[in-house]
């Protein structure tokens, strides 16, 4: 859905050594600079806009994304299990999409902002903003 430094700085996602999980464990993002130099990290993948990444998620693929340092990162992901015992009772109730796509349109505005004020200054004449009816 975006695509690394072009969409955004940072956030690629990192594949450890899993014997290192309680280390990264910490709830908090890796930073790049760490990311960098560190002889656990097995596998750093940068995210492209079309690019599917499939894996199981348990301790054999530890990972973690890397802090996002700048612009926006937008992903899909899924999941599914075929054990019965970790099953969600109930997922999602729609309110996390309808947050989702809101942020994606007020983003979507703001990037059209953004253009249209770039062409305005190298234009020098001014125009009207576009509104969420333009898009």
């Known amino acids: 859905m975006s695509t690394y430094a072009q969409d955004f700085q940072g956030g690629r996602f990192v594949f450890l050594n899993s014997h290192d999980y309680e280390f990264y464990d910490s709830g908090r993002p890796i930073a790049s600079e760490q990311i960098a130099n560190d002889a656990n990290v097995e596998l750093v993948v ?12 348990d301790m054999e ?6 802090q996002v340092t700048g612009g926006q990162r937008f ?3 899924f999941w599914f299990t075929c054990d019965p015992r970790r099953e969600f009772e ?5 309110n996390a999409h309808i947050q989702f796509g809101q942020r994606l349109k007020d ?3 703001r990037r059209a902002q953004q253009q ?3 062409r305005q200054q190298a234009s020098g004449s001014p125009k009207q903003p576009r509104t969420n009816s333009d898009l």
């Open 75 to 77: 992903v899909l992901s």
């Open 116 to 118: 249209s004020q770039k």
């Open 46 to 57: 940068e995210p492209r806009a079309g690019r599917v990444a499939i894996f199981s998620s």
């Open 90 to 94: 109930i997922f999602l109730d729609g």
């Open 61 to 66: 693929n530890t990972h973690q994304v890397e």
């Open 107 to 109: 983003s979507m505005i």
